[in-house]
C-alpha cells in the first residue's frame, strides 16, 4: 500500500518526462483555460506565443485564432465534431456522416465501476459509491460498515471531515473490465490535502507529489480499490480523476474513449435510458437541484450520470439523443432538462422524448410508482390499470413541457409513447385509454427481441443437442413471428397517426427465469452464450433487422422520425441474465463479433452512400505535409505520403491495410518521427498503424488502446479539420 502524505516530502526519482510535466503544471497554475479553449495568462513571462500570435503554454496546448463552433481546440487547430468541416467547424455537411439517415439507433449501456463498456477516460467517472471502513476496533476488517451516515459530506460526494478510526474506499475496473483494460501507467489528479492510498491491483507508484501521482497498473478481475484515509477539513480532498494511461493531456476537452466512439459512430441515434439509469431512477421526487452533475465524485448509481455528459457525446458523433425522463421527476426538473438540452445540442439533431421506461414491467420500481400514484389519483380501483393511465397522464405533460420549451422548433421534438409488444390487446387497451391525447406524441415505440420461441426455456432439453446450424435455422424458422409482430404494431401506429419506432431489440436467447425468479441452469446459460457468439447468430441478426427494414422503414407513411430500430445493447458481459452486449467489452476486436459484423454489414449494404470516416486528411508540421487520400493517378487506391512542396509532388509510403480500406491520418509525432494512420473497412472496423518516417518501409499494428493512447500526447501534431486540405489535395479525390 501507498499513500500520499498530507503535507509530506516523498523523495522521488524525476527523469526528463516528469519534470517537462512538472513544468507545464507549474505553468498551469498560473493559466485560466477558458471553456472556448482560448488561453488568458496571468503571468506573460513563462509563456510562449505562436506564429500567429496565440497564446502557449507548452507543445500541444495553445489557444486557436477563431472560436471552434462545432468542435474543440487543440494544439492551435479545431478539432470538428461529426458533420462539421472548416477551420472554426461552422461548416455543417452531412454527407460526411457515418451515420446519415441510418434507420438503426443504440441503446447505451450503464455507468458501473464493474462495466465492461469504458465510456471516459477519467476511470473516477466509473467509480463506486463511497464504502466506509474502519482501521482499527472490531469492524477494521469488515468490507462495509455503513456508517455513511456519520461522515460530513459536501454537495459533490466528497466527505468534508472523516471521524476518527474511519476510511472511504471506492473500487474501480472490477469484473470483467479489470482483465481489458488497459495496463501501464494511470494518473491520479486531485485537489485538497489529505491521505490517499490504493490495494487489490498489482501497482508501483511511479510519481508521487501533490495533487498528482502516477501508477504503474497491471490489472485483474478484482480491480483497484482508492481509499481516502484522511481529508483535511480546511481544505478537503475533491475532484479526483483517474485518467487512462496517455490521455493526461487531453482529457479534458476530449472525455470520452476514442474506441467506445468508434464502435458507436454509425447509429444515427443513442439511446440513454441505462446511461441516465432510468429503471429505479432516484429520489422520489427528482428535482432539478438534486441531479447528478458534473463534478460529482462518481456517475455510477441510481442517480444516473450528468445530463451534460449525454449531450456532450450526441454532439461529438452527431447522433440523436433519445431522453428517457425520470419517473419521479417534477415538472420543474422537466422544464430544465428541456432547457439545458435546447441551449447546448447541436442544431441539426432530433430529440428523443420518453417517459421512464418499460413503466408495464413488474420488475422495475416506476412500474410500482406509477400504480401507487394512478391508485391515488383514483384513476382505476385496478392497480395495473390505474398505472397504465397515470403513465399516459404523466407521459402527455412530460411531453407538453417539452413541446412548450422547444416551441419555435416543433420538429425537433419527437415524443415517444411506448407500450408493452407481448401482449397486443394490453397496448390496445392502454392506447384507447390515451384518446385524443395521441396528439401530444408523434411515434409509438415496442421491442423487437427474438427470443426463437423460447429455446432457451421450454425448448432447453432440445437445445442442448443441437449444433449451431441447427439453432441457426430454428431461430430463423420463427422470424415471421417477428414479422407479424412488426406488422401488427406498423397498422396500430398508422391507425392512431402515428409513426412506429423500436425502443429495444436484439438477440433474446437465455431462460426468461434468471431474471425472473433467479432460476437459471448451467448448461443452458452456456450453450445461449457460446451462440450468441457463434457465427451463425449473423443470419438471424440480419433477418430481423430486414424484417424491420421490409415492414417498418419501407413504409411510406413511416418516414422519419418513424422506422428506428434501437439495439441493445451496445457492450455487457454475457451472464445467465442474457448476452444483451453486442460487444463484450470496450476494446474487443469488433471484427470478430457476429452480431456487430451483421448489424454493420446491414447498415453498409442499405446506406451504401454514407462514409466510414472523412474521405481525405492531412496534417502541416514545419515545412513538410502529411496525407492520407484515394489517389487520382492510375488504378484508384488509397495511399498515405508526404510533401515538402506544398502538395505539388509526394513521396509514398508503403500500402497499409487491405484493399478497399479508407486510410485516416490522426497525427504525426515529431519527437519519434511517427505517423499515425487508422484503416477502416467497409462496415466501419478500424486497424491501427504507424510508421517511421526515418525509415519509411514497414508499418506497425497497434491495439486499439496502443494506438490512441499515442495519438493522445501533446507532442503529436494532429490532423488538419474536416474538409481543410490547404491545397494539399492536388493528387487526392478529395471531394
Known sequence: MTVIGMGNVIPIVVNASVLRDLLVMIV?????????GHVNLTTPASVKMDGNGIQCIGPGICGCSTNCHQGTCWNGQCECFEGYSGNDCSHYNPNIMANKDVSVGMNIGGLSYYSSELKFVDIGKLSQSWITQRTSGPNANKWDTNEQNLVNWRND????????????????????????????????LYDGEGEISFRFAHEHIMYNGKGRMVININEGKDGIELILSKTHPGNPVRNVRFIMPGFEDRYEKFPFYPPFLETIKRYSELRYM?????????????????RRKQEHHTHTGSEGAAIEHMIDLSNRIGANPWFNMPHAADDNFVTQFAK???KTLRNDLKIYIEYSNEVWNGIFRQTHYTQEQGVKLKLDPQ???????????????????????????????VPVWAWQTGYQDYTRQAIEDLGNRTRNFKAIAITGYFDCNNLAGKHAAEMLNMSNIQMETYCNNQMSQSESSFQYFMDLAKKHGLKLLMYEGGPSIMEGSAIGHGISHDDVTNKAIAFNRDQHIKSVVDNLLEAWYKIVVHDPQNSSPGGLFNYFSSTGTPSKYGSWGMLEYTGQDPGTVPK?????????????????????????????????????RGALHWRCAVTDDDGVTWSYYPDVGNTGDTLVLDGF?????????????????????????????????????????????????RRLPNGVYNYLDTQGRCS
Open 274 to 290: 441505462d446511461f441516465l439509469h432510468t429503471n429505479g431512477h432516484t429520489p422520489e421526487p427528482t428535482t432539478w437541484d438534486e
Open 157 to 188: 460526494g466528497y466527505p468534508s471531515s472523516l471521524p476518527d478510526n474511519m476510511r472511504l474506499g471506492k473500487l474501480m475496473l472490477r469484473s470483467t473490465i479489470g482483465l481489458y483494460a488497459p495496463k501501464g501507467n494511470y494518473t491520479l
Open 28 to 36: 498551469l497554475l498560473i493559466v485560466d483555460v477558458k471553456v472556448t
Open 340 to 342: 439545458l438540452v435546447e
Open 669 to 717: 509525432n515529431p519527437t519519434t518521427h511517427t505517423v499515425y494512420v487508422r484503416s477502416v473497412n467497409k462496415i466501419g472496423v478500424n486497424n491501427y498503424h504507424s510508421i517511421d518516417t526515418r525509415t519509411a518501409n514497414t508499418w506497425k499494428t497497434h491495439t486499439s488502446f496502443d494506438y490512441y493512447s499515442s495519438v493522445a500526447s501533446r507532442n503529436v501534431r
Open 596 to 632: 456487430y459484423e451483421a448489424t454493420q454489414s446491414f447498415i453498409t449494404r442499405h446506406y451504401s452512400h454514407n462514409r466510414v470516416d472523412i474521405p481525405c486528411s492531412f496534417l502541416q508540421q514545419s515545412t513538410l505535409g502529411y496525407g492520407c487520400f484515394l489517389q487520382k
Open 383 to 413: 392497480s395495473w390499470k390505474a398505472g397504465m393511465k397515470y403513465y399516459n397522464k404523466r407521459s402527455s405533460e412530460i411531453m407538453q413541457i417539452w413541446k412548450t420549451v422547444f416551441g419555435s422548433q416543433p420538429d425537433k421534438i
